[in-house]
Structure formats: structure tokens, C-alpha cells
């Protein structure tokens, strides 16, 4: 086992928790780390001090933005960064060749002390090509961080966007409940989803274990199949169900809920919308109710919406009613979701009047079934009378686009600033150790990032200020910005005397990217074509990645 007492956490006095997921160790890396940081150490070039960008080039899902999200695990990973010997062993025999002796003891000593994490806080609105996170240290140690950072901030800021962009269509009103666990990449990509849906504005999730490892609030209804499993009311022996004040007990609940069917089915306003329901359906609807008699909410979809699962409900909830509790809702599963919720509305405010029940018009319709962000829109075109959104699948599995394509590159070595050139000029990286800012306008919004050089004056408020598109000479807009906000903060000072940011709590993290969300200008975030948002470097360092990439790039030959 390792020796606990080597972690870097724990030599700085900052003693962490590793990442929530077991598996990611330093071996959660791509074997070719290895290898490198064997031919930096042959070269004794392991210990240079290098800056790496982690970076992307566009926003996922065709839109303008992105949510940044998976910071708390990558630092808890570098705080608990330490090889074992067992590893130390593994790797050994993994590497082609055979090593040098002196290379495992250099593993033996690795870890993070000597590493400093500037990153953007966790649930920031991001943009393409501004560093989320800037690692510096040994290119060795550096260089093995590359793969398990981007595995963990890949797919959190993934999944994060594809919430916040489900909670931006569904509106601010509407619940939203995760239910992807069954449909998620393997248990990892469960959490993961349940944590970063959390972070992108879903109210709560299915997933027991995510509830009790953050502390997500849970929620849930019955499925198909404890509705099928009853076959008649006769099932329910025991019948009697004491009041909610607990003074009165209805000793035949049954029978109270058979004289509610009776009741609506004769009613004036609803006579003729149905005849007789399902009834092994009511049997398993009481018998929710008998166990959860104070949230009691039925999946109405198993038989026939309209002519047996909303009545059978209604009759359930009105019995309750009797007795002093308040049902929750019903549950839609299939079918028009538009159409089915709208009548089910209708019927919820009939009983309301008829029966003089008040609030029953506004009890909650929860709606599931292969949803994501184009049907919610078509609902909100249609109009629906949905409350509670349940989704997993598409928003889980992040359906619309596989990966966000985060990037790790390095930007300078030994003080010296490096690129990497490319064909496709949106690939070239932008060279130096940088410092990243917003700048906000006059009418709150942010009008553009900017990233200048470390050492460059830091842009200040009411001075106007160059901004210049990284490749393109023509784009180029002066701005006067009203307030200034440093981007990259400190999350792991390494040797520094740097205050290290302390890590916030999940529903921080949430709050923090609801509110950036709503200080967006609209255009940026709506759905069809969005603007883009301005992304921007100061003029020296525009300058200089122009030198640094003719000096780079060879001269060609024509013949
Ligand atoms: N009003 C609506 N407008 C647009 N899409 C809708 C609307 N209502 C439901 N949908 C979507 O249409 C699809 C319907 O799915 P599907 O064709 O599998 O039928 P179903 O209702 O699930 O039937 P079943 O599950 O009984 O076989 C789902 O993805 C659902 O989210
Ligand atoms: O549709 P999703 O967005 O993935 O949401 C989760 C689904 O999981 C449940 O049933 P399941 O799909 O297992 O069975 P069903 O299709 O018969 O309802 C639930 O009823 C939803 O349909
Ligand atoms: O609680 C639910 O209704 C639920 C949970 C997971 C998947 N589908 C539905
Ligand atoms: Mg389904």
C-alpha cells in the first residue's frame, strides 16, 4: 500500500478526499504518459517546468456555451496524486523495453507538491479556446496528469451543458428530474451524469447512490410493472387507513375509493368520458396510496390514459382527500404528452369545481418517455400542461454529441512559449502562460474573454482595452470594460504562497451555474442560432502568437 503520509495533500498540511471514484488513480492515463516521462528522465528533462492549457475548441450541441464542470475531482486527484508500489510495479513491466533502475525510484518520489492549478470555477459559463484549467510543474508529472484530467472534465462539462441546455428549454418553473441510471455508460457515467445534471440546474435524481454520495435531493414514482402486478382489489387485505391528524381511522379504504369512482363516473361534467376502468390498475393505485398515503403519485399510462388511469387516480387522491391528505400526481409515460396532460388538466379542474376540492386543478403532472431538449420544445410550441419533467436516456447518455473534445496543450517550457501549429487554424494552440478575464458592459452582460500575456497589465475598468480575434486580423473591437473578473483562480498552489480557492459545495457549484445562465445575453444561449460569444487576446499577445507562428512554421519550397 502507499505510504499516506507522502501525498502531496498531506506533506502541504492540506489533507483531501480522493476522487469519488476509486479508479481513478495515476494509472488512469494513457501508457504513452509513461513512456514520455521515461525519455524525459533518460533526457533529464523531467524536472523542466512546463504550463499546460486544458482547453476546447467548440461548444457542444450546436450552441454558443458550455458549463464547466468536473474541477473538484481533478483536484482531488492531483492532491492524492502517489504511485504505489504495486503500480510502480505494473508500470515497469508495461513499458516496451526494458528501464533503467533510477527511473522507478524517480516514480517512488512523484507527486503533486510541486504542481500549481489555476482553473475557472466549477458551473462558469465557458467559451472555446480559453484555458479551463492551466497546470504547471515538472513536464514529467505534468504530462501524466494530461489523461485523467481530461477524462474528468470531458464528459462532467459534457453532461452539465446538456442539463443546463434541458433546463434553459423547459423554463424555470418546471421540475426536472434525472432518471438516466438504467441507460448510463456503466456506473461511472451514471454518478457522474447524476452529479453534473445536478450542477446544470435538474432538481433531483432517481439515482439512490448519487443522493447519498452528494447529497442530490431523490425523487421518484412507480413503474409498469407494480401497476401490473395486481390483478384485482381483492388483493388488498389489509384496507384500513388512519387519518393524516391520526384522530380517525377509514377502516374499508376500498370502499371509499369505489364510492369516488361512482361519484365522478355519474357527475354531471364528466358522464360519458368513461365507463369502467382497470380495475387491478385501482388495486395497485390503493395500495400506493395505502403505503404512501401522503405522497401518493400514480403512473396513469399502464392501461388507457383518459379511460381508466386518470379516473382510477382521481378517485384514489379524492378518498385521500377524505381522510386529510393531499395526493402529489400522476405520471404520463407514453403517447401525446401535449394532448394527454392537457386532458388531464381538464379533468383535475372539473373535479375541482364540481366537487368543490380546491387546488385539485393544479395537481402535478410528471411526464417521461424518451424526452430531450427538441421535445420539450415541441411541448412548449404545442402548449402542455406538464409540471415535472422525467429524463434520462438522451440527456444521460449525451445523445446529441458523444464528446466535448477538451484538449491539453502545452504553452510553455523552461519560460519559453510554445504552439502547436495546424492546418485547421482553429487547432493551432494559443502560446504562453496567460491570464484569462471577463469583461462586462454597461448593461451587465459580458461582452467578450480576453487573455493576455502573465506579466501584461491586468485590464481595468473604464480603460478602454484592444480585443483582438486570436486569428483573424480583421476582427478586432475596442472595449471600456464596467467590471473586470479574473477567470483563473488559484485551486492548488503547489511551492507558491498562493491562497488556494477552497473547493465549494455541489449546491454552490449549482447556484453558481444557474446564476451565470441567467446573466447570459439571451442571443447567446437561444437555441437556434445562437451568437457567438467573443473570444479575444490582448494586442501583445496577438502579436506574439503571429511571431512565434511564422518563426515555427517552415518556409515552403516551390519547384
Ligand atoms: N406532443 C408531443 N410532441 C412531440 N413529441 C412528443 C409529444 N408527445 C410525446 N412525444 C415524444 O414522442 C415519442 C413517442 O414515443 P413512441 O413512438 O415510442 O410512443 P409511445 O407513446 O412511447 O408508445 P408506447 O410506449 O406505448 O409504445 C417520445 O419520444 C415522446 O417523448
Ligand atoms: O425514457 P427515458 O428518458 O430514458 O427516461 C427513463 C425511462 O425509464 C423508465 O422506463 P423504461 O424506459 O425502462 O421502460 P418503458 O420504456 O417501458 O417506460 C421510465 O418510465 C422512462 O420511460
Ligand atoms: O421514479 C421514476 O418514475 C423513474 C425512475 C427511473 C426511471 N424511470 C422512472
Ligand atoms: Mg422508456
Redesign the pocket.
Known sequence: MEAKGNRASEKAGRVMDGPTNPMVTPLLTDLYQFTMAYAYWKAGKHNERAVFDLYFRKNPFGGEFTVFAGLEECIKLIANFKLTEEEISFICQSLPGSCEEGFFNYLREIDCSDVEVYAISEGTVVFPKVPLLRVEGPVAVVQLLETPVLNLVNFASLVATNAARHRLVAGKSKMLLEFGLRRAQGPDGAIGASKYCYIGGFDATSNVAAGRLFGIPLRGTHSHAFVSSFTSPDEILEKSLCSSDRSSTCEDFVSLVNSWLNKIKWSKSLSGIFGETNQSELAAFMSYALAFPSNFLALVDTYDVMRSGVPNFCAVALALRDLGYKAVGIRLD??????LSGEARKIFHTIEKEFGVPGFGKTSITAS???NEE?LD??NK?GHEVDCFGIGTYLVTCYAQAALGCVFKLVEINNQPRIKLSEDVSKVSIPCKKRCYRLYGKEGYSLVDIMTGENEPCPKVGERILCRHPFSESKRAYVVPKRVEELLKCYWPGKSDKVREELPALDDIRDHCIKQLEQMRPDHIRRLNPTPYKVSVSAKLYDFIHFLWLNEAPVGELQ
Do not use: E, I, R
Request: glycine share 8%; net charge negative.
Open positions: 407514453s403517447g401525446d404528452l401535449a394532448y418517455n424518451d424526452l421535445t415541441a411541448l404545442q
